[in-house]
């Protein structure tokens, strides 16, 4: 299966960036970084992604709007076709618009057990707080700042005469497990069948008067009291193949379909000629195509009425 790519953002040292790009040289790692990106030509991290064959952008943020620099980032990163991206001491705030490009596909890691101590000079507030631990957080980046939802956290114990400094170096230890861990488990959740079958619920439950049901043992969608326009195949008779079912115009669609792609394409048993399936399991999934695929699939078996409805809807 294809890694996942993963660009990472830093300002300083890019100790966790190191940490990443070791973790990633195991056979075994679902992630490769593709790219280290800074706004400090001078960072450490850069020198060092350099040495190890990685790719590197660097573009200072004096004298731009926080809007032109995210841009330039965006831009570099969609050239290195990033998938994920992993802020590791990007010390930017970013804009809504950058974020929202890359909305659950951007993690941060952040030294503190969050909530507590969002922003800077967290061990210091640790200790002055009188705290038994403090920690990292790996979490989802949000629009606003060290707050969006926590993915993990390592707490680590303060000790009697610890100063921020001397937590700040345990707490390291325990960023560099924790990150890479973390990024390797959210990359590969999206190669599992309940994630698969969460994106196809999305798409098939957006459809108008669409409700899901469970038939010949797989969950299957279909028009509220009506014909079924998309089925969930996992594993179905142990084909040890997931895939998406969905209607077609007939056989001859059916062949040309898995003439064109036949990894991809197949004829489902039992359901003939007016249905085809689509490999959810290849590693590659285009979910705006799949999406387009479903909503295709329930104008084939909604009622002509509903159907001219939701045009005239679209018009507006
Ligand atoms: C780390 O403490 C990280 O938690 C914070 O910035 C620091 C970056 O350190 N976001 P490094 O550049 O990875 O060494």
Same mark, same amino acid.
């Given at each position: 299966?294809?890694?996942?790519? #993963?660009?990472?953002? !830093?300002?300083?040292?890019?100790?966790?960036?190191?940490?990443?790009?070791?973790?990633?040289?195991?056979?075994?790692?679902?992630?490769?970084?593709?790219?280290?990106?800074?706004?400090?030509? @001078?960072?450490?991290?850069?020198?060092?992604?350099?040495?190890?064959? !990685?790719?590197?952008?660097?573009?200072?943020?004096?004298?731009?709007?926080?809007?032109?620099? $995210?841009?330039?980032?965006?831009?570099?990163?969609?050239?290195?076709?990033?998938?994920?991206?992993?802020?590791?001491?990007?010390?930017?705030?970013?804009?809504?618009?950058?974020?929202?490009?890359?909305?659950?596909?951007?993690?941060?890691?952040?030294?503190? *057990?969050?909530?507590?101590?969002?922003?800077?000079?967290?061990?210091?507030?640790?200790?002055?707080?009188?705290?038994?631990?403090?920690?990292?957080? #790996?979490?989802?980046?949000?629009?606003?700042?060290?707050?969006?939802?926590?993915?993990?956290? &390592?707490? #680590?114990?303060?000790?009697?005469? @610890? &100063?921020?400094?001397?937590?700040?170096?345990?707490?390291?230890?325990?960023?560099?497990?924790?990150?890479?861990?973390? *990024?390797?488990?959210?990359?590969?959740?999206?190669? &599992?069948? /309940?994630?698969?079958?969460?994106?196809?619920?999305?798409?098939?439950?957006?459809?108008? /008067?669409?409700? /899901? =049901?469970?038939?010949?043992?797989?969950?299957?969608?279909?028009?509220?009291?009506?014909?079924?326009?998309?089925?969930?195949?996992?594993?179905?008779?142990?084909?040890?193949? &997931?895939? *998406?079912?969905?209607? !077609?115009?007939?056989?001859?669609?059916?062949?040309?379909?898995?003439?064109?792609? /036949?990894?991809?394409?197949?004829?489902?048993?039992?359901?003939? $000629?007016?249905? =085809?399936?689509?490999? *959810? @399991?290849?590693?590659?999934?285009?979910?705006?195509?799949?999406?387009?695929?479903?909503?295709?699939?329930?104008?084939? =078996?909604?009622?002509?009425?509903?159907?001219?409805?939701? @045009?005239?809807?679209?018009?507006?």
């Amino acid at each position: 299966m294809a890694k996942a790519r #993963v660009a990472v953002l !830093i300002s300083g040292t890019g100790t966790n960036m190191a940490a990443l790009l070791y973790a990633a040289k195991a056979a075994e790692c679902p992630y490769e970084i593709v790219l280290v990106a800074s706004n400090n030509p @001078d960072a450490a991290g850069l020198k060092l992604a350099e040495a190890e064959g !990685i790719a590197t952008f660097a573009h200072p943020h004096k004298g731009l709007s926080r809007e032109a620099h $995210d841009g330039i980032m965006h831009d570099a990163l969609v050239a290195a076709k990033t998938e994920f991206v992993a802020l590791a001491g990007y010390m930017r705030i970013l804009t809504p618009e950058f974020v929202s490009q890359w909305e659950g596909r951007m993690l941060n890691i952040h030294p503190s *057990l969050l909530p507590k101590y969002k922003g800077l000079h967290t061990h210091e507030r640790a200790i002055e707080a009188g705290d038994s631990h403090g920690g990292c957080s #790996v979490h989802l980046v949000t629009a606003e700042l060290d707050d969006g939802p926590i993915l993990q956290q &390592t707490p #680590v114990a303060i000790l009697p005469g @610890d &100063t921020a400094d001397s937590l700040a170096a345990r707490v390291l230890i325990a960023e560099h497990q924790l990150y890479s861990r973390v *990024l390797a488990q959210w990359v590969a959740r999206e190669n &599992t069948p /309940e994630y698969w079958l969460n994106r196809v619920r999305e798409h098939a439950l957006a459809q108008a /008067e669409a409700d /899901e =049901v469970a038939s010949h043992g797989m969950p299957c969608f279909g028009i509220i009291g009506g014909k079924k326009f998309a089925y969930f195949s996992h594993d179905h008779h142990g084909d040890g193949r &997931t895939a *998406l079912l969905v209607k !077609i115009s007939g056989a001859e669609e059916q062949a040309m379909l898995i003439e064109q792609d /036949e990894a991809r394409y197949f004829r489902p048993a039992y359901f003939g $000629d007016g249905w =085809v399936g689509i490999r *959810l @399991d290849l590693g590659d999934n285009d979910w705006d195509h799949i999406g387009q695929w479903i909503a295709k699939s329930w104008r084939a =078996v909604a009622s002509k009425k509903l159907v001219k409805l939701l @045009d005239i809807a679209d018009e507006f």
